[in-house]
């Protein structure tokens, strides 16, 4: 195996990254490594060298898996019924064997595990959080909120920080791993994010972003912040890269109905291959066997599998598995002695003086016992220990870097070790030289009331001791920090950008100070979408009757949604003191309940936000009276019969109006109520008699909201 050094351009400098050459063959994977595609109903298992398949039955069905680096657990999505908690699916690999199940949130749906293995983070894609699972124990250790709709996840190749792509926010959010707790918050604009694919080790941390419109974006999680975007032609149904890091395989949706796999490559962010699927069957979630050689893609809804080879793009099999519901993954190539494939340092450039980060990946999980990788420099500027141990069952460890002040920039070699050797470099500078190089906002366009953040530079890193940088506004609407210091050895930092509510769009200038030198950015603060309406539906309602009321605005709502404030008069039209319109979307829908009148009202519902007002009009209609009741014919014999009609004021309302019934008993008799049905004006009822040997009088009752009325039948001999 080859290495080759490559550099990635951010800002003014040159991280140096090692990535590995791979050679492709054309060759069914690893004998006994195995493939897990959920399905509707369970999880297909196949021999990725016969494909043979068995099936793991699951009480319901599965949305996404992952499997631990030392391929001993896999772990599965089951959303469940949307509104309740879902499950995850603890599947032991050597049996096949469901062996616990874990309780997460509402509608579970993207997993990743660590790549220490030791923690699970389940995104809950209608609970708007991330359960973390603790493998060691199978319980949720904590829960952390997130954005809207949340939907993937996925671990540095470090695992020292996490991402989660939010729908329903257009957002994404940066977790950090050792608080289990979110640190940032990215605004992707417009655009939807879904799914995730992390560049190997070695790569400067790159994040590929796949969004609902189209667009993927490349992140750095160094810097965290968008770097590039690329477009494509379709939307993309699924993602996934190359072992080596060279090229993103993209399944798309195309406009005309097609399918299409795309490969981009990954050097120079371009595409460099198609394939079309026109016009069946579609192309759904993919993932890339660990050698690289093969493509595995889902056929959604076609209950088929593809394999495509990576070295020409042609399909070598296809199969039936069942209704696929999420990606294939595969079990862990398990080496007895896994070789170094990466190394890399967290910052490729530092001041003299202070420390670094370091990490090697191996190309295996470390076996039993640990793997132990051998360090080195070239140069008495930068130390590092003599070697580090990689965990059992992981396949990276960090590492600390010591650094001795320079008086000019030196650039050191520092060297990885087992059964191959890999080098990276490391820039070292001259402390207390850093002056500002540029800022900018992470979201140039920020809805009154939100919250942004922006980015500071320097043209070299940070002092021992850091550098503290001023920061100003105007104070309104846009507000931040007096100031933010730069960790010493680093050359950025972010802080936030706070709001305030503006009646009109506001641009602001934001500006940093250091020694005497000053870099400016503007944000715009945009005014929040005018209401546009309140309406109700039907606009006429019985007493004690139901409609649904809408409240839209002129615009979508921004993130956070629009908090929308309700009134009424109070009677006889009642509603709820608020309804929120979620991000993105322009209306939401509150009940609306009546309570009785005695007779026709109007009433005025109105809703406010953010300084407008909108009204709208519901007529409160009184329940029909009671007009009569009458019996024909009026005199009838023993043990005869005849009919009642009860009669009301107007028509009778949806659902129909019962009346109570009496006599006194003997000798006519009635039933206890009678409805009148909905649209009509009367109703009968059967009116019978027993014995008498006199004649008698007999009076029927039918009462109605408080009011009864009279009829008298007689009953001769």
Known sequence: MNATNRYLFFSRYELPLVIASFALCVAPASAGQLAYVPVSGGITVIDTATYATTTIPLASDPSEMAITPDGQFAYVTQPGTSGSAGTVAVIAIATNTIVASVTVGDTPAGIAVSPNGQLVYVVNSHGNSVSVIATSTNTVVTTMLVGAQPLAVAFTADGTAAYVTNQGSNTLSTIDTATNSVVNTIYLGADSPQYLTMAPAGYGGLLYVSTASGPVYLLSTIYDTISTTIPVAGKVTGMALTPDGFHLYLDLAMPDGSYSMSVLDASHLRISATRSESPSPPLGELAISPDGSFVWIDNGDSGLLSIVSTANNIRVARFPIGTSTGAPVFTPVQSADPSVTGISIRSGTVAGG????????????????????????????????????????????????????????????????????????????????????????????????????????????????????????????????????????????????????????????????????????????????????????????????????????????????????????????????????????????????????????????????????????????????????????????????????????????????????????????????????????????????????????????????????????????
Not at 399 to 421: G, K, M
């Open 354 to 717: 202070t420390a670094a980060e370091g990490y090697v990946v191996l190309s295996a999980a470390a076996p039993l016992g640990g793997a132990i990788v051998l360090l080195s420099s070239n140069s008495p500027s930068a130390v590092v220990p003599a070697s580090v141990t990689v965990p059992a069952g992981s396949k990276t460890a960090s590492f600390s870097v010591a650094t001795q002040p320079v008086t000019s920039a030196t650039l050191v070699s520092i060297s990885a070790t087992r059964n191959n050797t890999l080098v990276t470099g490391l820039n070292i500078t001259p402390s207390g030289t850093a002056t500002l190089s540029s800022l900018s906002a992470d979201q140039t366009s920020i809805p009154g009331g939100n919250s942004g953040s922006a980015l500071v530079k320097l043209d070299s890193p940070a002092p021992a001791g850091g550098a503290v940088i001023s920061l100003w506004t105007s104070g309104a609407p846009a507000f931040v920090p007096a100031s933010v210091t730069i960790p010493a050895g680093f050359n950025w930092a972010r802080f936030p950008v706070t709001t305030n509510y503006t009646p009109t769009s506001v641009t602001d200038t934001i500006t940093a100070f250091l020694m005497g030198t000053s870099v400016s950015t503007t944000v715009t603060v945009t005014a929040p979408p005018a209401l546009a309406s309140v309406s109700v539906s039907p606009a006429s309602v019985p007493s004690y009757g139901t409609a649904t009321g809408t409240a839209t605005l002129a615009e979508a709502a921004p993130p956070g949604g629009a908090l929308i404030y309700l009134w009424t008069h109070g009677s006889p039209a009642f509603v709820p003191v608020s309804v929120t319109i979620p991000a993105g979307a322009k209306s939401a829908t509150f009940p609306v309940t009546t309570n009785y009148t005695a007779a026709t009202v109007p009433d005025t519902i109105t809703a406010f936000f953010s300084g407008t007002v909108a009204t709208t009009t519901i007529t409160v209609t009184a329940l029909p009276a009671l007009a009569s009741v009458s019996v024909s014919p009026s005199s009838v014999q023993s043990s005869g019969s005849a009919t009642g009609t009860v009669t009301l004021t107007t028509p009778a309302p949806l659902g129909g109006t019962p009346l109570y019934l009496w006599t006194s008993g003997s000798p006519a008799f009635v039933p206890v109520s009678v409805t009148v049905p909905a649209g009509s004006t009367t109703a009968t009822f059967p009116v019978t008699t027993n014995y008498t040997d006199t004649s008698i009088s007999d009076t029927i009752t039918a009462f109605l909201n408080g009011v009864s009325k009279t009829t008298t039948i007689t009953v001769t001999p």
